[in-house]
């Protein structure tokens, strides 16, 4: 008998035909396609997979870095994390996923992997904070001033910019 190949009939997602065994498992007596045996009794052949391998590439941009990075070899059906760090000063400001912006995060999973895929992550500088100074000074005074009356309506108008009321007392 001639063992043929995989005429194309046979599918699985992620997977490349092998070849035969008399084993589900692979554990028994492997064929390949054209060679030939002496059938002395029943035999049953199963079809033998091989998980196909994908690549995942991973970019970041100046100021931080992911992990892992560069070409990142994954298996067909597994999940990679990739895990991303802005250096010190610095933010995520984007991440795109096969070229799709998806929510900023420290991290990414890809899970039930069939196919290659990309990530690319870029980062910004974290704006310094916003503050206000208030400058007390005498009436008179050289340079900006502002009485009492002023400061206290200056402060209440901050307490109602938090949304902070007054309490009548009784």
Known sequence: MTVLGNTGVLTKTGYTFAGWNTVADGSGTAYNASETFAINANITLSAQWTANSYAISANAGANGTINPAGMVPVSSGSSQVFTVTPDAGY????????????????????????????????????????????????????????????????????????????????
């Open 91 to 170: 933010r995520i400001s984007s991440i795109l996923v096969d070229g799709v912006p998806v929510p900023v995060m420290p991290s990414y999973v890809f899970t039930s992997i069939i196919a290659n895929h990309t990530i690319t992550v870029g980062f910004e500088p974290i704006p310094p904070a916003a503050s206000v100074v208030v400058q007390a000074g005498s009436v008179g005074g050289g340079g900006p001033s502002c009485g009492a009356g002023g400061l206290v309506g200056l402060l209440l108008g901050v307490v109602g910019m938090l949304g902070l009321r007054r309490r009548r007392m009784v």
